[in-house]
T-cell receptor
Framework: ETGVTQSPTHLIKTRGQQVTLRCSSQSGHNTVSWYQQALGQGPQFIFQYYREEENGRGNFPPRFSGLQFPNYSSELNVNALELDDSALYLC???????????????FGPGTRLTVT | SQQGEEDPQALSIQEGENATMNCSYKTSINNLQWYRQNSGRGLVHLILIRSNEREKHSGRLRVTLDTSKKSSSLLITASRAADTASYFCATVGGGFKTIFGAGTRLFVKA
């Protein structure tokens, strides 16, 4: 198994609320990426953190924010939830060199977020 | 928008047959990876092929990469019912971003 864990498994929120999703990276990995996966689609890159700094961002608004902690665990925060934010949120950890170039990633099982 | 596009979108075969999935992408890459996903859960990394490689094998998996055509294929030989899953190609360019395609849904009938 990958060793990447995510919590919670499922979450139901109301439009306008805020949510925090958590990820614990695999031991020894210094890079974490977050993805949003809508039903029937491939994962869409939200952002990546390398050594506690945001290293790159996909096409997501500022209400999607994140943190990476010294122990390489990570959080994804989403403010002002919208119905379209309903999706599976995946985190993936990897071990990257200088600049955060990503190689193979190890994914957690995901958090299923439903916004009503 | 997603860079990788898999073909076909869905594939149904009998156990023991081979399954071939194709992926096309648009820009230059550092490497291309294939992942498997069961029942909408976490993705499992299958194989990585670098831009200077043309073919790679891992067990029953064979991946090819043609950078001139910006395409890759994944071949699963002697398919098993347990191979039923969604398969995604993912491209990594000059930096941090991994871009996934929409996936091929493979169903292997026992």
């Amino acid at each position: 198994e990958t060793g990447v864990t995510q919590s919670p498994t499922h979450l139901i929120k109301t439009r306008g609320q805020q949510v925090t999703l958590r990820c614990s990276s695999q031991s020894g990995h210094n890079t974490v990426s977050w993805y949003q996966q809508a039903l029937g689609q491939g994962p869409q890159f939200i952002f990546q953190y390398y050594r506690e700094e945001e290293n790159g961002r996909g096409n997501f608004p500022p209400r999607f924010s994140g943190l990476q902690f010294p122990n390489y665990s990570s959080e994804l925060n989403v403010n002002a939830l919208e119905l379209d934010d309903s999706a599976l949120y995946l985190c993936a950890s990897s071990s990257s060199g200088t600049g955060g170039l990503s190689y193979e990633q190890y994914f957690g099982p995901g958090t299923r977020l439903t916004v009503t | 928008s997603q860079q990788g596009e898999e073909d076909p979108q869905a594939l149904s075969i009998q156990e023991g047959e081979n399954a071939t999935m194709n992926c096309s992408y648009k820009t230059s890459i550092n490497n291309l990876q294939w992942y498997r996903q069961n029942s909408g859960r976490g993705l499992v990394h299958l194989i990585l092929i670098r831009s200077n490689e043309r073919e790679k094998h891992s067990g029953r998996l064979r991946v090819t990469l043609d950078t001139s055509k910006k395409s890759s294929s994944l071949l699963i030989t002697a398919s098993r019912a347990a191979d039923t899953a969604s398969y995604f190609c993912a491209t990594v360019g000059g930096g941090f971003k991994t871009i996934f395609g929409a996936g091929t849904r493979l169903f292997v009938k026992a």
